[in-house]
């Protein structure tokens, strides 16, 4: 799931294409109030002339220069501001626009990644991890008791408001949680929910598969030839704001996964973002297959959710046939 060199210079593109856009934007407007509002041309000219004529009397040694070059200025500024207001335009009309003030439609501030660029980068990786259509199937508006009965829905129910508590609480308390239980009984369902709840408030979530997860952090760890490029992949793992692993277990597990699961789970930890595991595992068996520390780390750092009940996915998928 790395980004190559295509997609880094396709996001490069929807940066130079903003810019291209928002000069047209600026233009337009100028050319607008130039032939709408009386005088405005004049100001603007006025502007370049008292520059011209300040900076020749500073090289000429006039140490005065400049603080009358900044009184003039902020004359015709108020005097040009006062033009676009008289015809019913804000005094900014004609300030440089950007999508993101940030960064300036950069995408890079004092050096590094602007969070637009960034989330510019974890789009790519929905796109590639499939979260695009997760997201389109799974949402609270979605939600079904309908499937659940006794024991089973007390667990589902309780699951939800632990998933909406979450949510609500997502940018006060620092919290993960981890869904387990058996097949098809809503546990990646309600990961999708969290996922697309979150994403509307503006933060960033990334989703992988198990399989997904570790592949992209074997490139990591061994591809030299990408190495800069993987490594922005492997910061965005350990940086966004919500990390979803979905069906852990279905990977194979080896000596590697188990000391890459357990350094992201704790570096994510350090950091205090928070992390939703989603397992087909009973807990005897994520110990059995995992270390001591990860089954820890999970056991005491995250909310432990357990769903049962029939596969939703197989009942569904009778009733269509029926």
């Known amino acids: ?88 335009l804000s005094p900014d009309y004609l300030e440089p626009v950007y999508d993101c003030s940030d960064c300036r439609d950069t995408g890079y501030t004092e050096g590094q990644k602007c969070h637009c660029f960034r989330q510019a980068e974890i789009d790519l990786l929905y796109e590639q991890s499939n979260i695009g259509q997760l997201l389109g199937e799974e949402s609270f508006d979605l939600l079904s008791y309908k499937y659940y009965e006794g024991e089973d829905l007390t667990r589902f129910q309780n699951a939800v408001q632990t998933c909406r508590n979450f949510i609500e609480n997502f940018s006060l308390d620092y919290a993960n949680l981890f869904f387990y239980g058996t097949v098809g009984t809503g546990k990646s369902f309600l990961s999708g929910c969290i996922a697309g709840e979150l994403i509307k408030k503006g933060y960033s979530v990334i989703y992988f598969s198990a399989c997904g997860l570790f592949e992209a952090l074997s490139h990591t760890s061994f591809d030299y030839r990408n190495r800069e490029e993987l490594q922005g992949i492997y910061r965005n793992i350990y940086q966004c704001d919500l990390l979803i692993i979905d069906d852990l277990g279905t990977e194979l597990t080896n000596s590697f996964v188990t000391s890459q699961l357990f350094s992201c789970l704790n570096e994510r930890h350090m950091r205090r973002k928070p992390t939703i595991i989603s397992t087909n595992l009973s807990l005897e068996e994520l110990r059995n297959r995992y270390s001591d520390r990860i089954f820890s780390r999970i056991t005491s750092n995250y909310s432990i959710c357990k769903l049962s009940g029939p596969d939703i996915r197989i009942y569904k998928k009778i009733r269509k046939s029926e």
């Open 1 to 88: 799931m790395s980004l190559n060199n295509t997609q880094y210079d396709s996001i490069i593109r929807i940066y130079e294409e903003k810019q291209r856009r928002n000069r047209h934007i600026l233009e337009e407007r100028r050319t607008y109030v130039y032939e709408h509002v009386e005088g405005f041309r004049e100001l603007d000219e006025a502007v370049a002339s008292a520059s011209v004529a300040q900076g020749r009397k500073l090289l000429a040694g006039d140490e005065a220069a400049m603080e009358e070059l900044r009184h003039l200025l902020k004359e015709l500024g108020q005097a040009k501001a006062g033009l676009l207001q008289s015809a019913g």
